[in-house]
């Protein structure tokens, strides 16, 4: 995966935040949330460009896998036809599956490091900022991870 400018631009202003007063952080917090959102939006672009690139059978898999996610659990019925998922090379599927945690992983601490944030404003506390600016730092890493693993999954078709 290439470096995206807007990752480092969101990676330096995390890292300088990490030393900020309260008041830097309440003068800074807007241009933050600005350069978060555009790193944001940037790792999403590369994260679709990298799973376009993915065979049909990844895709099948990813998708078996993220709907199964949205569903509650429930006991399969053996009159049911199987999934498509049953038919795809079970290397496909574990890829698919690391792929999908990775994920999952990164936006899990996105979110986190986001309610860092809003609670840091709530109440005023730069300590709670710092701390978001740690996680949203590890979120920038996970995201790459993430990428970086779709990306040679699409080269190993």
Do not use: C
Request: glycine letters at 2%; a negative charge; hydrophobic letters at 40%.
């Amino acid at each position: 995966m290439r470096k995206l400018a807007a990752v480092e631009d969101a990676r330096a202003i995390m890292t300088e935040g990490i030393d900020w007063s309260v008041w830097k952080w309440l003068l800074e917090k807007k241009r933050v949330r600005e350069i978060a959102d555009r790193a944001t939006a940037a790792l999403d672009r590369a994260d679709s460009e990298a799973k376009a690139n993915w065979s049909d059978d990844l895709k099948i898999a990813y998708l078996d896998l993220a709907e199964a996610d949205d569903k509650p659990k429930k006991r399969r019925d053996n009159n049911k036809t199987e999934s498509e998922l049953d038919s795809i090379d079970p290397k496909v599927v574990l890829t698919a599956r690391r792929i999908k945690e990775a994920d999952d992983a990164a936006e899990r601490a996105r979110l986190d490091a986001e309610d860092a944030f809003d609670e840091a404003e709530r109440q005023m506390n730069v300590n709670l900022a710092r701390e978001g600016a740690r996680k949203a730092l590890k979120t920038y890493d996970l995201r790459e991870h993430a990428i970086r693993t779709s990306e040679a999954a699409a080269r190993s078709r």
